[in-house]
């Protein structure tokens, strides 16, 4: 038991994001994505990244029209799961009801 615990703990962090990890390779690799000049870069702000797909997910923030309009505040976003997940701050512990009796 005392071994699988250190074996997740993650003491390798990077000091330029958030990225951690117990593998010394899986971490040197990481280390190299902040070396590299990223291929992918918006024209609208400063984001840059070298994965294609990220790349055309951030374009989609810069969207005029926002498909998802939050009805509680002003928040509003292209992603259904980000909206879903926003949705989830106006939920009061009230608006959850027991599926088996009344309790609310």
Do not use: G, W
Request: one cysteine or more; proline letters at 1%.
């Amino acid at each position: 038991p005392i071994l699988l615990m250190h074996k997740n703990s993650k003491d390798l962090k990077c000091a330029q994001c958030d990225y951690a990890t117990n593998l010394n390779s899986k971490f040197k690799t990481h280390l190299l994505t902040h070396k590299r000049s990223k291929e992918f870069k918006c024209d609208q702000c400063d984001y840059a990244t070298n994965n294609k797909s990220h790349f055309k997910i951030h374009l989609l923030t810069h969207k005029i029209v926002k498909d998802f309009k939050c009805s509680y505040c002003d928040y509003t976003t292209n992603h259904k799961s980000n909206f879903q997940r926003h949705l989830l701050i106006h939920k009061t512990t009230k608006d959850i009801k027991c599926a088996q009796c009344d309790y609310a």
